[in-house]
């Protein structure tokens, strides 16, 4: 949700004042946009879901220095109007929320047997370690872009 809130927030402000950002200067701009949104994410994260924000840690940040938001701005936000950058933002940030709680579901099952702390496998499932480490993470990522290129591959053809 704080990426998806980063990603609409900054499209909406970077496309309304694309034309009068000097194109020298635009990444910087982008990044401390990108910048601002993301640390009212954090502090409101602080100050209502405190736990969260805690078992979340320093990820929350990170999305400052992320390529998805940065690239997508300069991609459509800088070259698009306002209604286009929000209807594309609102579509990515589903879009990217899905596969996030997609990969996080597919490395919980494996990782630690429930989905959602619902338990799924039995207590005679053995845990698969690496799926709870950040290697995990990495690890269902090539095997999901496998999946749908695979996919892709067998209906275009």
Not at 74 to 89: H, I, T
């Amino acid at each position: 949700m704080a990426t998806a809130f980063v990603l609409i927030c900054s499209s909406l402000l970077i496309s309304a004042i694309r034309k009068i950002i000097p194109p020298q200067v635009r990444i910087a701009t982008f990044t401390v946009i990108i910048a601002t949104f993301v640390t009212c994410a954090d502090y409101f994260l602080k100050a209502r879901f405190y736990s969260i924000s805690k078992e979340l840690g320093p990820y929350v940040p990170l999305i400052v220095v992320n390529c998805i938001i940065l690239g997508r701005q300069e991609a459509f936000s800088y070259k698009n109007g306002v209604f286009k950058s929000l209807l594309d933002a609102i579509g990515m940030g589903i879009g990217f929320s899905i596969v996030l709680v997609l990969l996080g579901s597919i490395r919980e099952l494996f990782g630690f047997g429930t989905i959602f702390y619902y338990k799924i496998f039995g207590s005679e499932f053995e845990h698969w370690i690496v799926m709870a480490l950040p290697a995990g993470a990495f690890i269902t990522l090539g095997f999901l872009v496998g999946l749908f290129n695979w996919i892709s591959k067998k209906f275009t053809s």
